[in-house]
Nanobody, 120 residues
Framework: QVQLVESGGGLVQAGGSLRLSCVVS????????MGWYRQAPGKQRELVAT???????NYADSVKGRFTVSRDNAKNTVYLQMNSLNSEDTAVYLC??????????????WGQGTQVTVSS
């Protein structure tokens, strides 16, 4: 069993900042990529930012220069620092991990999501 637990969402005024965290726990052999997606009401889930273990971050164009994804591999934790938030950033943010379990199975895992609401 693998669990992803997000925290740090909430309500913030436009122009403000939030920091999301996601801890991955369970029967993990290795984590290849961690990151964040989001889904706004009536819209499809979209990539926000991902960070492979040995590679460069990948950002959606809409968040480049405002959001920063980082990892603490010792803690199996991924963060998303979000600055200069605007109303279009309002969404449920979901933690993502591409990992290999101890039994050898490799698959994608998702967290339950944390709500981010930006008021104008």
């Amino acid at each position: 069993q693998v669990q992803l637990v997000e925290s740090g969402g909430g309500l913030v005024q436009a122009g403000g900042s939030l920091r999301l965290s996601c801890v991955v726990s369970g029967s993990i052999f290795s984590i290849l990529t961690m990151g964040w997606y989001r889904q706004a009401p009536g819209k499809q889930r979209e990539l926000v930012a991902t960070l492979p273990t040995d590679g460069n971050p990948n950002y959606a164009d809409s968040v480049k220069g405002r959001f920063t994804v980082s990892r603490d591999n010792a803690k199996n934790t991924v963060y998303l620092q979000m600055n200069s938030l605007n109303s279009e950033d309002t969404a449920v943010y979901l933690c993502y991990a591409d990992l290999r379990e101890r039994r050898g199975l490799r698959r994608d895992y998702w967290g339950q999501g944390t709500q981010v609401t930006v008021s104008s």
